[in-house]
């Protein structure tokens, strides 16, 4: 697996516009607070929704995908306020209610659940009944059920080092996935831990010891995971899908990431982005050192390795990017919600620009790998996506940047991009807003 971004330890010796004067300082790649320091320089300031100069020529515009992709979104986007209504209602059962999940099929909503419906869930669906069609399905297990088991696992793999890399939890309650680090990969980590003196052992061992009692899928994957840490001229209120590069005092430590929504939070806007492409004491800046428009955007102010988001202490937009890498084109965020299965999504990041097709899987990760330096990461509660058309789903510096479904005329936030997977470039990683609201307390700005 890998992160989209993050290119640590290049040290800059250059003269650069400081937060207070001109000054040389370290910068680094966050959501600034509402105040911009020093004047912005702008020489393709954001396109307003429904301009039309050049927009026509862009593939990439979301406008300009697939009209056969679209339809089906547009699909979706009538199917969303009744899976919503069942998303909100099942996050007010008790922990350890039958609820499994809820996915997009038969061009209606399902809702897995495990034994009889309570009373709140039953009423949400026969209200969610008068906008879509709504089938309630039985689940072999609850959530609950197979996330204790996850749990388990989890704490095996940290514990013993194994060659897991991915454990899944279905969402619609049939069991787990288990994915396993190529051999190669699994290799190179036995390899640096040996170095170290650390042991480890094979994800067959670890779950015999373990005694599941609920249906695990065991597959390898075909590479590990990797983390993907004009959008290149931006300024305050800072829109997604924007470049930025970080610094620490006058060390470069990411050359390229991707802005995600302006969130709120406690009455404050703050820019949202991925956690492994910064971290306090960084600095974010919007476009390069050696570029014409060099601009802070601002600070960390809150991260959460361990879900992979981060605020970056600067005024989010309403707005995201839309088209091409060098577009200045922009879609309005006019709402947010939690994952479905089976959902078709698009991303906007700073380096690939817009790509759509992007079909949630059945499960939820828990993630494990090594970067080039051998650097071990985990990360938990991801979902993941499958590009529908076999397209690559991002490149090394759209990390951060916006995932999203339509809404009318402008886009539905659904989360943030993470990762890769290195063999397969059309599998994707990101982290959705059932973590970030959650987890972080902020949501998306919308207009």
């Excluded at 069942?86 to 099929?105: C, F, H, I, M, Q």
């Excluded at 038969?106 to 309570?118: A, I, N």
């Excluded at 194994?162 to 994915?179: K, N, T």
């Excluded at 990041?349 to 790509?355: L, Y």
């Amino acid at each position: 697996m890998g992160h989209f971004g993050h290119q640590p330890g290049r040290k800059v010796m250059r003269r650069v516009r400081s937060r207070f004067a001109v000054a040389t300082t370290a910068l680094a790649v966050v959501l600034t607070s509402g105040l911009a320091f020093g004047t912005p320089i702008a020489l393709a300031a954001p396109t307003p929704d429904g301009a039309t100069p050049g927009g026509a020529s862009d593939p990439q515009r979301i406008d300009n995908q697939n009209p056969a992709l679209l339809s089906e979104m547009r699909k979706q986007e009538k199917l969303a306020p009744a899976a919503q209504a069942l998303l909100e209602t099942a996050r007010k059962l008790p922990a350890d209610s039958g609820y499994a999940g809820v996915a997009y099929e038969d061009d209606g909503v399902s809702l897995y659940f495990k034994g009889s419906l309570p009373e709140i869930m039953a009423a949400a669906v026969n209200d969610a009944r008068r906008t879509a069609a709504v089938t309630v399905k039985n689940a072999r297990h609850s959530r609950a059920e197979l996330q204790r088991v996850q749990d388990r696992i989890t704490a095996a793999v940290e514990k013993g080092h194994s060659d897991i890399q991915a454990i899944g939890v279905a969402e619609d309650g049939s069991g787990l996935v288990v994915e396993k680090m190529p051999a190669p990969t699994a290799s190179a980590m036995r390899t640096a831990l040996a170095k170290k003196g650390v042991s480890s052992t094979n994800a067959d061992a670890l779950l015999a010891g373990l005694r599941i009692d609920v249906p695990v899928t065991m597959k390898t994957a075909a590479g590990p995971i990797e983390l993907l840490s004009s959008r290149e001229d931006d300024f305050a209120p800072w829109n997604g899908g924007g470049q930025y590069e970080v610094y620490r005092d006058i060390q470069l430590r990411s050359t390229w990431c991707t802005t995600g929504f302006g969130v709120m939070k406690g009455g404050q806007s703050y820019v949202l982005t991925a956690a492994h492409c910064m971290s306090a004491p960084d600095v974010a800046y919007n476009n390069h050192l050696s570029g014409c428009c060099f601009e802070e955007i601002g600070p960390v102010y809150q991260e959460n390795w361990d879900k992979d988001i981060l605020l970056i202490n600067a005024r989010g937009s309403v707005l995201i990017f839309d088209g091409g890498v060098n577009s200045s084109y922009t879609k309005t965020v006019h709402s947010w919600d939690y994952r479905v299965r089976d959902e078709l999504l698009c991303t906007s990041g700073s380096k690939s620009g817009v790509i759509c097709g992007d079909k949630t899987d059945p499960y939820e990760y828990n993630i494990y790998g090594c970067d080039s330096d051998n650097d071990c990461f985990t990360m938990h509660d991801l979902a993941r996506a499958n590009n529908v058309n076999g397209q690559c789903v991002g490149t090394p510096g759209d990390s951060g940047g916006p995932v999203f479904s339509l809404d009318r005329d402008g886009v539905r936030a659904k989360g943030t991009i993470t990762a890769m997977d290195s063999s397969n470039c059309s599998i994707l990683y990101f982290q959705d807003m059932d973590e970030i609201v959650g987890s972080m307390g902020a949501t998306p700005r919308t207009a």
